[in-house]
């Protein structure tokens, strides 16, 4: 059988649809382009591959992470995701069977579907279950816990380790060696034989996969260890045994070229691993008491104020005890509810957020409940902490674009991206993506976008983001400006993107121009008989 007969590229490209919708770097126009033919691109693909596929270079672009360092982010091209997906989904079924079964509770993450043919490679999320493991460990007697994760888990993955592993699990030679060179062909300009693309699903998967020499070994020592991804626990009845336990894992990671990271390694012991775990829900339940308390005492007040005195059954009055309203106060709490989740939660961004620079952790838990309730208490704050922490940028403009078109986040923004701190090329893409839910553009906001775009120093991800921004405008006096950037791209992908940028534009000299781009390549055709039909 040769190697197009062994690939199921319509499951393939189901499964990169569906992985792409958490993509942020790729535009949605590249996938709604590329699907609109998708009989004929799979075709062209198919054949590609039966002559010797090559894939193209990835685009590199480095994300932030705490104290201001970074980790590489790549992103495949589509056509290569799909072959590279096709190819995984080949042996994953296999592997999956030869790795710790899901039901024996210690690899949480990226298990593959039990459902053949599944267009979801991963069905579910067991991060609650990788949590409630430590809590249920800690109430077995198991009172001592090892927390630690790996030094760039991702960027350190050997290939060739990799690709012994995938032989020994008896995997189809042809397609290890094929998913081999393409890993290795993603890496040719750093000229480094490690690394993997982190957030892909094929390569969730051989990241799980990788340590599966270091999860068995733990097991056969008998240590209770378990994980998810990279993050590594292992629960142990005493101190000693927590270092041993220690002091081993990082012996077996040493022979996959992996290492523990200091900061993040600690051992805890006795109610620090409940205080650990549940540290954000018991925090929650004692603001939630407090608040509570407070409301309890404010509607007695109202109570006994309404009526200082009650009537006895033999005549007289007696003045009002607690004790007399305790079932209508309890009443009233209870229609309170929502107003004692809200005051909860804002009490919790005061004393953790407000004046301090948070955790990742209780930054996401507070502003993802602040969203659910689109509460603008955080804005200035959360606009603040671009600056502290650009690596939660994500985060911090998912909260903000609950609040479309608001003026002040608009000049924070521009602010910010005129200053010295706009350093990084990720942050800088989540920041433009507020301007999406703007519906007409500044300014000061436009002026930056073509400073954007006519810098080529800029990365091309955050000059495609500025591109299809400004080509919401709709005005003639832009697209005619983008139309004239056509010719000095050489990035298709940038291309492409002006071709979506003009869909605006007046529909006579919008289509001329189009024809004049057509033949330049079977993406950009199929960009433009896209656009028109959208368009009409």
């Known amino acids: 059988m040769n190697l197009v007969d062994k690939l199921n590229l319509d499951l393939a490209w189901a499964r990169v649809k569906n992985d792409s919708k958490t993509d942020f770097i790729l535009s949605s126009y590249l996938f709604q382009t590329y699907e609109r033919h998708i009989e004929e691109n799979l075709k062209k693909l198919q054949e590609k591959i039966a002559h010797g596929y090559k894939v193209s270079e990835v685009w590199d672009i480095d994300v932030p992470k705490p104290h201001f360092v970074l980790r590489p982010g790549s992103v495949p091209r589509i056509e290569d995701r799909i072959y590279f997906q096709a190819l995984v989904d080949v042996i994953a079924p296999e592997v999956e069977k030869k790795i710790i079964p899901i039901t024996d509770k210690v690899i949480f993450s990226h298990r593959l579907s039990e459902k053949p043919n599944d267009s979801l490679m991963f069905r579910q999320s067991l991060w609650n279950e990788f949590e409630q493991k430590v809590r249920n460990n800690f109430d077995d007697g198991k009172t001592v816990l090892v927390v630690t994760d790996i030094v760039g888990f991702f960027e350190h993955i050997d290939l060739n380790i990799l690709k012994d592993l995938l032989i020994r699990f008896s995997c189809d030679k042809e397609i290890v060696d094929s998913i081999y060179e393409i890993l290795k062909s993603w890496k040719r300009r750093t000229n480094i034989n490690r690394g993997i ?16 020499s270091v999860d068995k070994y733990m097991l056969r020592h008998s240590y209770d260890y378990f994980r998810y991804v990279d993050d590594i626990r292992i629960s142990c009845s005493t101190i000693p045994e927590a270092r041993r336990a220690l002091k081993t894992l990082v012996e077996e990671l040493r022979r996959l070229n992996l290492n523990v990271q200091t900061k993040k390694t600690v051992i805890y012991y006795g109610s620090k691993v409940k205080s650990f775990i549940d540290e954000l829900s018991e925090r929650m339940a004692e603001i939630k008491d407090e608040v509570k308390e407070a409301l309890k005492e404010e509607i007695a007040g109202e109570i006994i104020n309404e009526a200082k005195y009650t009537e006895l059954p033999y005549g007289g009055t007696s003045r009002i005890e607690f004790s007399d309203i305790e079932d209508e106060v309890e009443a009233e709490l209870e229609e309170k509810k929502e107003l004692i989740e809200i005051e909860s939660l804002r009490k919790f961004y005061e004393d953790t957020i407000k004046n301090t620079i948070p955790s990742s952790k209780h930054l996401r838990f507070c502003l993802n409940r602040l969203s659910q309730l689109k509460d603008g208490i ?13 690596y939660e940028s994500n985060t911090i403009i998912s909260y903000l674009k609950n609040f479309p078109d608001n003026k002040n986040i608009r000049a ?27 519906k007409d553009l500044q300014d000061s906001e436009i002026d930056y976008l073509w400073n954007v775009i006519e810098d080529h120093n800029k990365h091309d991800a955050v000059r495609i983001r500025a591109i299809l921004l400004l080509g919401r405008t709709g005005l003639s006096d832009h ?11 050489r ?3 940038v291309r492409i993107s002006i071709i979506v940028s003009l869909r605006e534009y007046d529909k006579g000299p919008r289509n001329y121009f189009y024809n004049l781009c057509k033949g330049h390549s079977a993406s950009i055709d199929q960009a433009i008989s896209y656009m028109k039909e959208i368009s009409k």
């Open 197 to 212: 693309p982190q957030g892909l699903w094929p390569t969730d998967f051989l990241g799980n996969i990788y340590l599966d």
């Open 378 to 390: 955080a804005l200035n704050r959360a606009l603040d902490l671009l600056q502290d922490m650009p």
């Open 412 to 438: 924070r923004i521009i602010q910010f991206l005129k200053s010295d701190f706009n350093i990084y090329d990720w942050q800088e893409m989540w920041l433009l993506e507020y301007l999406f839910s703007c």
């Open 479 to 489: 697209l005619e400006r983008l139309r004239v950037l056509y010719d000095k791209e």
């Open 491 to 493: 990035d298709e992908y």
